[in-house]
């Protein structure tokens, strides 16, 4: 067996054996698993059925992840990113009251399935590759760090810590609510344990918060393994009929910021991986277009699922610090997803909801928001301060995703500064014209919105 899976994998070229990768796929499934537990939680206020989507997200998982195994042969896991699922809930299904797009969970489906297809179609021209190089760093790194501050807002507001203030739109909540307790408790305890660099901290910060919300009576233990929910209620549900094609500016807009986010996240993560496996050479990633594939084949078999856009994992890196250098260890993640099907009602006591003042919220689930918000900070400091012509635009998109609660706001005021600056310093030229054009066309939609 061992030569078989050496022959496929190649692990003695890679420096590796299969000891080594069975622990960094079970290394890499503990720190990534949070996202079984909190995709289904997020995507339920666009109106999705949980049950259906925890299914959605463990097998779309598995798939993208065996496709990274077999075609690339690389360590990474891929699942429903954190803030591409925000986007899809509160953004595309927003209110339009509220500054979200109004389209329905089931047309939302839809548009990630087109910018996956295109994802696809477009992986042998080079264009990924072009898309990502035209958009300013500091500008990449801004729409992150504002993702993560939009997530994190969204957890304090789960926590109950952060409530509505009708003086100040948000104040401090009631520290002392069993609630809110059960979320503090949970992050601090996934906080001790990332300082001792402890693997699976998020996770663990789930568990801690389980177990006091069980004691305190914020949830209640309905049992450990179950057959999985059914997966009929999002199964092919996508509609391309509920698209408002009379609004198609905003279609393209939303097809474009998914696709924008899922490359950018995508050749991040890859890139980071990559570095730490010591998979580069020359600089350069030897099966880049077989991994971006993987994730747009993701990407399609999640929307025809039922869930939002899948995306490669930067807790694939806890896996290779501990020896991962292969597919092999993402066939084991992968296995490991697909048994996780089995376990919904710990979904289900996990997801618990508790009404307060009229908002549900969910305090489980809220301090791996919180923990995650803060890991996507760290990409501040590649932003050029001292550049104001694209610390500014980083700036605003950065400030304007947690304080609208939309990303695709933040990326708009972020590409519309970013032109109107390069063009009043005559620097016009440093952007690519891609730029100017869906800075021109935010600033459209803007001036065509009925507010």
């Known amino acids: 067996m061992n030569k078989v899976l050496d022959n496929i994998f190649k692990l003695s070229e890679h420096g590796t054996d299969v000891k080594r990768e069975v622990l960094g796929g079970i290394t890499t499934f503990l720190t990534m698993c949070y996202i079984i537990f909190v995709n289904p939680v997020i995507l339920s206020a666009a109106g999705m059925d949980r049950g259906a989507v925890m299914v959605a997200t463990c097998i779309s998982s598995a798939i993208a992840t065996l496709c990274m195994a077999f075609l690339a042969n690389y360590p ?26 109004g389209l329905s969970w089931r047309a939302a489906l839809a548009c990630v399935f087109i910018s996956g297809s295109l994802f696809i179609l477009l992986s042998t021209v080079g264009f990924r590759e072009a898309i990502i190089e035209v958009i300013p760093e500091s500008l990449k790194h801004g729409i992150a760090v504002g993702i993560g501050l939009l997530i994190a807002m969204l957890g304090l507001q789960w926590a109950g810590i952060v409530v509505d203030n009708p003086a100040t739109l948000v104040g401090l909540g009631n520290l002392k609510a069993k609630h809110t307790l059960v979320s503090i408790f949970g992050v601090l305890v996934a906080m001790f344990l990332m300082a001792l660099n402890v693997r699976g901290a998020i996770l663990l910060g789930i568990v801690a918060s389980a177990i006091l919300g069980l004691l305190t009576g914020v949830t209640k233990f309905v049992g450990v393994v ?9 199964f092919f549900k996508l509609s391309f009929l509920e698209l408002p094609w009379e609004k198609f500016l905003d279609l393209i807009v939303i097809v474009f910021v998914l696709f924008f986010l899922d490359v950018f996240d995508t050749v991040g993560t890859l890139i980071g991986v990559s570095v730490q496996a010591g998979l580069l050479k020359d600089g350069k990633l030897p099966k880049a277009r077989q991994a971006l594939l993987s994730d747009a084949i993701g990407t399609v078999v999640g929307a025809l699922l039922g869930t939002s856009t899948v995306t490669s994992y930067i807790e694939s890196a806890a896996g290779v610090a501990v020896g991962a250098r292969t597919g092999l260890a993402s066939v084991v993640t992968a296995i490991l997803l697909l048994l996780s099907l089995f376990f919904s009602p710990l979904m289900e006591m996990v997801s618990a909801e508790v009404k307060v003042n009229g ?12 923990i995650v918000g803060f890991l996507m900070m760290t990409s501040i400091r590649f932003i050029k301060w001292d550049d104001v012509t694209e610390a500014l635009p980083a700036f605003f998109a950065l400030i304007i995703m947690p304080v609208t609660f939309s990303i695709t706001e933040g990326i708009a005021f972020a590409f519309i500064t970013c032109s109107l600056l390069k063009l009043v310093t ?20 803007y001036i065509i919105m009925p507010r």
């Open 426 to 445: 005559g620097r016009a030229k440093e952007l690519n014209w891609l730029v100017h054009l869906f800075a021109f066309l935010f600033l459209i939609r």
């Open 226 to 234: 179950s057959m999985p929910p059914s997966i009929a209620p999002t």
């Open 359 to 370: 908002m549900t919220i969910h305090p489980i689930i809220a301090p791996p928001l919180i």
């Open 76 to 101: 990474v896991a891929l699942a429903p990113g954190m803030g591409h699922n925000a986007l899809f809930a509160f953004t595309i299904c927003g209110p339009l009251a509220l500054g979200g797009f």
